[in-house]
């Protein structure tokens, strides 16, 4: 049961490069997010998505862009990264439509380091 | 004002004791509470959720949590530590509603040290 998954788990990168996030569930959930952590702020959300082709932004979206082309994929993208956008990223997903109600399963997260 | 809030950065205990990790919420309307664990480098696990009904919720790995309205507060509890609980601890909260583009507002989190 592989659940959620993302790679890599760690990145480095370069200020002004182009990274993708990639995030796969294999439970076939409606819902999946992203978000990022970073010390003092706890986790705050960039994206979600609540099924194929249907995005919408989080509390932080600048700077990144999502797509959900199927279900089980979501892949973040950094089209010029910063280095503010330093920070652990963790994919979630969650069962059905009860978005508020619903718990979320998060991946083991993606390390992103931007120099 | 924070939707949720953990006073607390870091609390320690010793094995074997009882355990209380501190949540405030401010929502109107019904709030929905969950309690997060994150394990080093790893992703933040369930262990409880409020949404309606008995006030005490009982969760994974020995954990509980009562939720107080007229405190606001919905406190996780264990009654005897272990070494094993020893990690990052988060709890959420469904934000107003109108007051930001997401489902749960998270805490900045609270590190659980447990000493044997």
């Known amino acids: 049961d592989a659940g959620i998954t993302q790679s890599p788990r760690y990145k480095i990168t370069e200020t002004g490069r182009q990274v993708t996030l990639m995030c796969h569930q294999t439970w076939s959930h409606s819902y999946m997010f992203w978000y990022r952590q970073d010390l003092g702020h706890g986790l705050r959300l960039i994206y979600y998505s609540a099924a194929a082709d249907i995005t919408d932004k989080g509390e932080v979206p600048d700077g990144y862009v999502v797509s959900r082309s199927k279900t089980e994929n979501f892949p973040l993208t950094l089209e010029s990264a910063t280095r503010s956008q330093t920070s652990v990223y963790f994919c979630?997903?969650?069962?059905?439509?009860?978005?508020?109600?619903?718990?979320?399963?998060f991946g083991p997260g993606t390390r992103l380091t931007v120099l | 004002a924070q939707s949720v809030a953990q006073p607390e950065d870091q609390v320690n205990v010793a094995e074997g004791n009882p355990l209380t990790v501190k949540c405030t919420y401010s929502v109107s309307g019904n709030p929905y509470l969950f309690w997060y664990v994150q394990y080093p480098n790893r992703g933040l696990q369930f262990l409880l959720k409020y949404i309606t009904g008995d006030n005490l919720v009982k969760g994974s790995y020995g954990f509980e949590a009562e939720f107080n309205k007229s405190q606001t507060s919905f406190h996780l509890k264990k009654p005897s530590a272990l070494v094993s609980d020893s990690a990052l601890y988060f709890c959420?909260?469904?934000?107003?509603?109108?007051?930001?583009?997401?489902?749960?507002?998270f805490g900045k989190g609270t590190r659980l040290s447990v000493i044997a």
């Open positions: 979630a997903s969650s069962e059905s439509n009860r978005l508020y109600t619903d718990t979320q399963y």
């Open positions: 959420a909260v469904r934000p107003p509603r109108n007051s930001g583009n997401t489902p749960l507002v």
